[in-house]
């Protein structure tokens, strides 16, 4: 691209051929995406410029041909790294689409793949991936691209080890929050429900999830919005559902994770 910096703008679409799963063409100059994450495997391969970001507590740079692979559920940031941005082309992949993609592979049930903190430098593997976007958006099916991500970078999940008492506090505050999205909840409320201060409860989510409790909130409600925009409902409607205070502050709050408004990204 010979223009001085690339745009703000992104398109999200969508094929029969990966079900539920999201796929995104953009190029960013100066948009910056707050601490968020995603429900699904977030694929990217870096066409052009390179993004830095912060993940699982370090600082990445990933430039033109790398693919920097977020797993489900992590908080990550996003910013250019160099002055004229970059351009990328991004999976959202379902967890399911990739347990079942890893357990056609080997023959047997696997635990669900899980993929290195490091960036991904496989100049093969990222051509496949763009070439495998590319043919998703004429229609053809991209299987030897996802064979490929999983084959000979993904690693096996983490075993779950028994909750320590801090953990415990926190899934019980992550259970409290997303209970009921519409129900007003006060940080004394949350503390009192682990037998916390407000600063000590504040300070071990926060420390544990990588976001504030009231943003970790705002992230669920927006994850949890996503089926209701893809059905089609309204914008305004979708806001008020997912307890925003009003359309602007959903709007809001969702381009600063997806980089596009809701509509759009509708």
């Known amino acids: 691209m010979n223009a001085a910096h690339f745009r703000n703008a992104a398109r999200y679409w969508r094929s029969p051929l990966v079900p539920d799963a999201d796929m995104v063409t953009a190029e960013y100059y100066d948009h910056e995406f707050t601490p ?50 970059w351009c990328y ?6 967890v399911p689409f990739v347990e079942n993609l890893a357990r056609d592979m080997s023959g047997r049930a696997e635990s669900s793949p899980w993929f290195p903190d490091e960036i991904i430098r496989d100049p093969d593997l990222a051509r496949r991936l763009v070439l495998a976007h590319r043919l998703l958006e004429g229609g053809a099916d991209p299987l030897a691209a996802e064979v490929a991500l999983v084959g000979r970078h993904a690693l096996e999940r983490p075993g779950i080890a028994p909750l320590a008492p801090d953990a415990r506090r926190v899934a019980t505050m992550k259970s409290r929050l997303a209970d009921d999205l519409l129900e007003p909840v006060t940080l004394a409320e949350l503390a009192r429900t682990v037998g916390l201060s407000t600063f000590h409860a504040a300070r071990l989510f926060t420390r544990e999830t990588g976001l504030a409790p009231h943003a970790w909130r705002n992230q669920m409600r927006i ?22 205070t009003d359309q602007s502050h959903f709007t809001r709050h969702f381009k600063r994770a997806f980089g596009v408004p809701p509509g759009r990204w509708r």
């Open 36 to 85: 968020h994450w995603h429900d699904a495997c977030t694929v990217p391969v870096i066409e052009a410029g390179a993004e830095c970001y912060d993940y699982r507590g370090a600082h990445h740079v990933a430039e033109a041909g790398s693919v920097p692979v977020i797993n489900p559920g992590k908080v990550h940031t996003g910013a250019r790294a160099v002055d004229a941005g």
């Open 223 to 244: 994850v949890r919005a996503l089926p209701a925009l893809r059905a089609g409902a309204s914008v305004t409607d979708v806001a008020a559902a997912s307890g925003f």
């Open 89 to 94: 082309r991004v999976f959202y992949l379902p």
